[in-house]
């Protein structure tokens, strides 16, 4: 046997076995096998069409999801290479659908995709497939190659002539990996927007052949010319600006390209989105430090230079240079670092100064040419900088409470007797009268029952020591063991003490409900944030109706089910003459307590949705259009979402 030969069979083993572990190990490469990890197939594919668009040879990328959930991504590239792989002896298509990691660009210089869980190829995408099929326009051919659980079903085939360039993945996930296998149109067309706005010049379309709409698929395009500019004016639509223009920062330093754009408006909240080469970096890193730091220097200095500060009782923090801000920080850096928990954040040092002293060269500009504007943003950090102060303390205050009083639970709060948080729930019941039929039928021993009073606050609007003040939020604070920790300017929520590790917010099962679900929901997003990251808020489901023929009934959660009882208990035959009942159920106080525990309560029989963020910044979207300023953009999301009545965050 000749040596050559040895080493072709031995990587062909190494190939293999490669996609195997992706197999035996989904998690490991795409993260879940849920319907985040569906999802992430896509990105997958996405991201390498990216890549070529980052290396300037693709303008246009469009994904298509067919009838049976099997997605296209179509790019007008330079095509994957299907030449003979030197080494492998094989078309480098069956090498890159083949090898893990073998997907990307082969020189260097290029920003390869490579953030936290992506990156790792679209061979993954091929191991966790059914059925996959590569389509390549290249060299004036048509190439294709079919594969199954990521091994090849034919050669490498010349099928036609092409006078275009480019590459087509169609791929269809494996049922027997995934546990959901339904594709959702929003959260595709969420992160392609997204992607649109970062990548400006780029044509992304999404196509529905699961959806006709006046006889034509579902379809939307996205394309942004002017890139993260125009991305904060559609994240702060519902905001009022507070300057003319959004600011934009370009700049480029050892081979880092930064982008930023920043916008202030009116309200209170910061809020900073950030990417590393296309990836949400949900927990920051160097690249925000560094924008951060600017924004500080330079204000300070402003502010200072020009006496605003000279009349100021107590210091300016950071965070006040920060409160009502929209910003994307976006780099793209040739090797990047990830770490944290989730690898969301940046580390690589040297991006700090970098994007620092970017920021600050055209902050000074800026400041110096429109000196109107900055005023009125030193007077927002002004005001910020009181505000937070009258904040500090009303939040010492709620928090010494706490302490003095040995943790005094709030006397609206029924605990439950076991102080275990891992088996702990407490509800967050609407009203005093629901609250007490809730009182009555949970299991006293791991479930506690806070009554909230009507609507609570809505904290999108409010000042932020108006928040600290609210009775229902207090008791929130206090009920759940959780207290706001100020370290280095930062402020962050300190969760040790959580006493509950389901947070269950239960209210009628109408509009009036499920506005103060929301409320509830806009609460814990922008200030308890990491209890959502953890998975510990969940939304309960009492149901709608009950069918109800002598002494048989059962509860229904929609009109499918209605349907399906009255035909069961009719035997088919009209409802009319059967005696059945329908009750329809309008809120929670019409269920007694046995009912309530039995459909809403019960481990055993409850359905409860837990609370997830799947893409940030279509949260923020929703949580600031339904709960902001400007009336006319809420118009339209309640319109368009109306009927689903179910807020995807
Ligand atoms: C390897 C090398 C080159 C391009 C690609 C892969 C490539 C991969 C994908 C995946 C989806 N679309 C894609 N487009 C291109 C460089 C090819 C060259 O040098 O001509």
């Known amino acids: 046997m000749s040596e050559n030969k040895g080493n072709y069979s031995a990587s062909n083993i190494t190939a293999l076995e490669g996609l195997e572990a992706v197999r035996k190990r989904p998690g490991m490469?795409?993260?879940?096998?849920?319907?985040?990890?569906?999802?992430?197939?896509?990105?997958?594919?996405?991201?390498?069409?990216?890549?070529?668009?980052?290396?300037?040879?693709?303008?246009?990328?469009?994904?298509?999801?067919?009838?049976?959930?099997?997605?296209?991504?179509?790019?007008?590239?330079?095509?994957?290479?299907?030449?003979?792989?030197?080494?492998?002896?094989?078309?480098?298509?069956?090498?890159?659908?083949?090898?893990?990691?073998?997907?990307?660009?082969?020189?260097?210089?290029?920003?390869?995709?490579?953030?936290?869980?992506?990156?790792?190829?679209?061979?993954?995408?091929?191991?966790?497939?059914?059925?996959?099929?590569?389509?390549?326009?290249?060299?004036?051919?048509?190439?294709?190659?079919?594969?199954?659980?990521?091994?090849?079903?034919?050669?490498?085939?010349?099928?036609?002539?092409?006078?275009?360039?480019?590459?087509?993945?169609?791929?269809?996930?494996?049922?027997?990996?995934?546990?959901?296998?339904?594709?959702?149109?929003?959260?595709?067309?969420?992160?392609?927007?997204?992607?649109?706005?970062?990548?400006?010049?780029?044509?992304?379309?999404?196509?529905?052949?699961?959806?006709?709409?006046?006889?034509?698929?579902?379809?939307?395009?996205?394309?942004?010319?002017?890139?993260?500019?125009?991305?904060?004016?559609?994240?702060?639509?519902?905001?009022?600006?507070?300057?003319?223009?959004?600011?934009?920062?370009?700049?480029?330093?050892?081979?880092?390209?930064?982008?930023?754009?920043?916008?202030?408006?009116?309200?209170?909240?910061?809020?900073?989105?950030?990417?590393?080469?296309?990836?949400?970096?949900?927990?920051?890193?160097?690249?925000?430090?560094?924008?951060?730091?600017?924004?500080a220097r330079l204000f300070k200095q402003y502010g200072e230079d020009n006496g605003y500060f000279n009349k100021l009782k107590f210091s300016i923090s950071g965070e006040d240079f920060r409160e009502g801000l929209t910003a994307i920080v976006s780099v793209k850096v040739p090797e990047p670092q990830f770490k944290g928990q989730t690898k969301g954040e940046l580390g690589n040092s040297e991006v700090t100064g970098i994007v620092s002293r970017c920021v600050g060269n055209v902050l000074k500009h800026y400041l110096e040419e429109n000196p109107q504007q900055a005023k009125r943003i030193i007077d927002k950090v002004i005001l910020a900088a009181t505000a937070r102060h009258a904040a500090r303390k009303a939040r010492e205050m709620v928090q010494r409470k706490t302490v003095l009083t040995g943790g005094g639970l709030p006397g609206k709060l029924s605990d439950c007797s076991s102080k275990n948080p891992d088996e702990s729930e407490i509800f967050l019941v609407e009203g005093d009268s629901a609250g007490g039929t809730a009182k009555q039928g949970r299991d006293r021993f791991f479930q506690a029952i806070l009554p909230l009073r009507g609507k609570i606050l809505n904290v999108e609007k409010a000042l932020e020591h108006k928040i600290y003040e609210n009775e229902e939020i207090k008791n929130l604070f206090t009920a759940l063991g959780v207290s706001i920790e100020e370290k280095d300017g930062e402020r962050t929520l300190n969760i040790d003490k959580l006493r509950y590790h389901k947070i269950v917010i239960m209210c009628d099962a109408d509009i009036d409900g499920s506005h103060i679900v929301t409320l509830i929901l806009t609460f814990f997003y922008r200030y308890m944030t990491p209890l959502v990251e953890n998975g510990y808020v969940y939304i309960a489901s009492p149901p709608l109706y009950q069918v109800k023929k002598g002494k048989q009934f059962r509860y229904c959660w929609n009109e499918e089910e209605r349907l399906e009882a009255i035909k069961a208990y009719s035997g088919g035959s009209e409802e009319a003459a059967s005696g059945i009942k329908v009750q329809r159920y309008k809120g929670l106080g019409e269920m007694n307590a046995d009912q309530l525990w039995e459909t809403t309560m019960d481990p055993e029989t409850r359905i409860l949705k837990q609370v997830s963020i799947e893409n940030e910044i279509g949260a923020d979207k929703t949580f600031s259009t339904l709960m902001g300023d400007e009336v006319p953009p809420r118009r339209a999301f309640i319109e368009s979402h109306a009927k689903y009545a179910n807020i995807d965050v």
Request: charged share 25%.
């Open 29 to 295: 490469y795409i993260g879940s096998t849920d319907s985040k990890g569906l999802h992430h197939l896509v990105w997958e594919v996405v991201d390498n069409s990216i890549d070529e668009h980052l290396a300037g040879h693709c303008t246009e990328i469009h994904t298509t999801i067919h009838e049976n959930n099997s997605i296209s991504v179509r790019d007008n590239g330079r095509g994957i290479p299907t030449g003979m792989h030197a080494k492998l002896k094989k078309s480098a298509l069956e090498v890159v659908m083949t090898v893990l990691h073998a997907g990307g660009k082969f020189d260097k210089d290029t920003y390869k995709v490579s953030g936290g869980l992506h990156g790792v190829g679209v061979s993954c995408v091929n191991a966790l497939s059914i059925d996959l099929k590569a389509e390549v326009h290249r060299d004036g051919k048509i190439f294709t190659q079919s594969y199954s659980e990521g091994k090849p079903q034919t050669e490498v085939e010349v099928v036609g002539e092409s006078s275009e360039t480019g590459t087509k993945v169609t791929f269809l996930p494996d049922p027997t990996i995934f546990e959901e296998l339904v594709y959702k149109y929003e959260t595709l067309a969420a992160r392609l927007k997204e992607l649109s706005y970062l990548n400006s010049g780029l044509k992304l379309t999404l196509t529905d052949e699961r959806v006709v709409e006046d006889g034509k698929y579902k379809y939307e395009e996205f394309y942004s010319e002017g890139g993260l500019k125009e991305f904060v004016v559609y994240l702060d639509e519902s905001r009022t600006p507070l300057i003319e223009h959004p600011i934009h920062v370009i700049g480029k330093e050892d081979n880092v390209e930064v982008e930023v754009a920043m916008q202030y408006n009116t309200s209170f909240k910061e809020n900073i989105f950030s990417f590393v080469n296309n990836i949400n970096t949900r927990e920051g890193g160097t690249h925000v430090n560094g924008f951060r730091r600017a924004l």
